[in-house]
């Protein structure tokens, strides 16, 4: 019996965690705005447990920030910091992407094919998913990452949160920024099949600085 009660409370966390982040991306929960539990657990039929660990993952996503004896309020979009961000994922990804070029297995590279093409499937579908879609590119950036070895540098990019902080600044465009960057991702991945590191480099420099550029414009 316990397992079950655990099972439904970790059923409601995510259910919460899924309408709340979708609810900051479109705007619907405001940057700044603070977040009552106790409104947000009538308003869900839950108790205050799935609200918390909720707040908890969108925290450490930088979604949400936490603010002792003061509550949880939706963070703010700092267009310096997600510039920024930008310059860490560009040091990073294309660190990663020279090892992985010449270090990196075929079940590496496999694995990045298979993403491309569960993303491919969102990128097609009408209506565009622009929330599965990001969450599909965020796991092919990482296994980018997971090619250099290093479980320290990993875990510092995954720290960033560098799409969840990005995506929110390109919400309003999301297809029209997946639709100038989605195929650069098969790019990336028939040069690491290559193994060309000059390739993947230039591929992967492009592929975060046409995003950069693209939020500069706007």
């Known amino acids: ?19 709340l982040k979708n609810a900051i991306f ?13 409104e947000l657990a009538d308003q869900f039929n839950v108790s205050r447990t799935p609200i918390k660990e909720a707040f908890n993952r969108l925290n450490l996503e930088g979604l949400v920030v936490i603010k002792p004896r003061k509550g949880t309020y939706v963070a703010e979009i700092d267009m310096n910091k997600i510039i920024e961000v930008f310059d860490a994922r560009l040091l990073i990804e294309t660190w990663a992407a020279r090892i992985g070029a010449s270090q990196g297995t075929q079940e590496d590279f496999r694995e990045l094919r298979k993403l491309c093409y569960e993303m491919d499937k969102y990128y097609q579908a009408k209506p565009f998913d622009s929330m599965n879609f990001n969450e599909l590119d965020i796991q092919f950036h990482i296994q980018i990452v997971k090619m250099g070895r290093n479980q320290i540098i990993l875990d510092l990019y995954k720290g960033l949160n560098a799409h969840r902080i990005t995506e929110r600044a390109f919400f309003e465009r999301a297809f029209e920024k997946a639709e100038s960057s989605h195929y650069q991702h098969l790019e990336i991945v028939e040069a690491f099949e290559k193994r060309d590191e000059a390739l993947v480099v230039e591929i992967v420099t492009n592929h975060i600085m046409n995003g950069k550029e693209a939020l500069l414009q706007s």
């Open 1 to 19: 019996m316990t397992k079950f009660t655990q099972i439904d409370n970790l059923l409601m966390t995510d259910r919460v965690y899924k309408e």
């Open 26 to 38: 479109k705007r619907l929960l405001a940057p700044g705005q603070k977040l009552d539990i106790f």
